[in-house]
């Protein structure tokens, strides 16, 4: 036996193992890969949400039902109301005819599910924007509506509002990249739909102008902007008349986000310093071309003023900015409010109609949003 083999044999009878430093190493630097595995896979996860998250919108289109439900389960106490198909032996026929489904809904409170109106928001399972079709829904629903919204022996008379929900709007002049409501109301269609900081600055922040939206990150929140695409269709006899600046978005804070008018737009040039001169002229060059007040008609002339609108049969459409929310916003309502002309002959006065929109805010996705960009 010799000297190597002695050894050997004296660490095997004392526990000892002559081999086991390296096979530590060996396993430290196993583990020590597996660690640099695992933190490369962390970092892939992570830079992918940032992406995707990037690319989401912060403002979308209403509550889904299936948020709702969620909530519900883990807290049955939950404040909310998830809303079934209002008087279903009335209503089911007519969806099912109609191929649409009940998706989102504005979440309302319990103690005001009787007093305030609830609505429902139908999606056609194609998510195919059809005018004729829409229209032939609402034909039926309308039958229908005052006995659904009839009062009950353990309820109030409840406001049934709808709304439908689309993607693709193939429809519009400008494509959007985001889904679309639409609601009609006494003959007046209008739908709407939010454009991201960067799809904006895509398509107009470029060559030689800025983009009419165009901001930098050291503006306030109030001096930023929120824009929304949006398309009236006057069905009336009537002319309608539009004015962005009667215009709003609320939160669930009772904030208010008022509407942006081409000189608002203007203003807003001269609080950064970088934006001047040729840039700034193209860019509201290009504003005239694109937001909706200047692509309306004249429809009535006043003295030194006229008002805009849209006529009788005929459709217009564009941008319209609102200040930008605030980070804290959760729940948004879009108002637009349009004002009926009467009938010539008539005694009746204008009216105007609120053209309410349900939409939700991320405070995650917003701050997620790249910086604002020149192409």
Known sequence: MNWFTKQTKAGECAGRNPYRPAQIKGQQMKYLLLNIGVLFLLGLSVLGCGQSLQSMSPIQPVHNIVDAQMELDNNSSADVVVPAVPAAKLANPIIEKHGLQTVGFRLVKKKDANAKAL?????????????????????????????????????????????????????????????????????????????????????????????????????????????????????????????????????????????????????????????????????????????????????????????????????????????????NAVDLSVILRIEKAPPPDGAQRYQTIEFRFPFTHSRGIRVAQPSPQRY
């Open 119 to 327: 609505t429902y928001v139908f999606a056609s399972p194609e998510y195919a924007y059809a005018v004729e079709e829409w229209n032939n829904f609402l034909t039926d629903w309308i039958e229908v509506q005052p006995e659904i919204e009839l009062p009950t022996a353990d309820e109030d008379r409840k406001e049934v509002d709808v709304v439908f929900l689309a993607d693709f709007p193939e429809t519009f002049d400008i494509q959007a990249r985001q889904p679309f409501l639409t609601k009609t109301i006494d003959g007046i269609t209008v739908s709407i739909c939010y454009w991201r900081r960067t799809d904006l600055d895509r398509k107009y922040n470029r060559g030689n102008a800025f983009s009419p939206f165009y901001e930098t990150e050291a503006l306030r929140q109030g001096d930023k902007t929120d824009v929304f695409y949006v398309k009236i269709t006057n069905n009336r006899n009537e002319h309608v008349i539009f004015d962005v600046k009667k215009c709003e978005m609320t939160d669930q804070g009772d904030n208010f986000y008022p509407g942006m008018d081409i000189d608002d737009l203007e203003e807003r040039f001269t609080y950064m310093s970088r934006a001047s001169g040729l840039y700034v002229k193209k860019g509201l060059e290009k504003a005239r071309e694109i937001l909706l007040e200047k692509r309306m008609p004249i429809v009535e002339r006043q003295v030194g003023a006229h008002r805009v609108g849209v006529r009788p049969g005929e459709s217009a459409e564009g941008f319209v900015p609102f200040r930008q929310v605030k980070l």
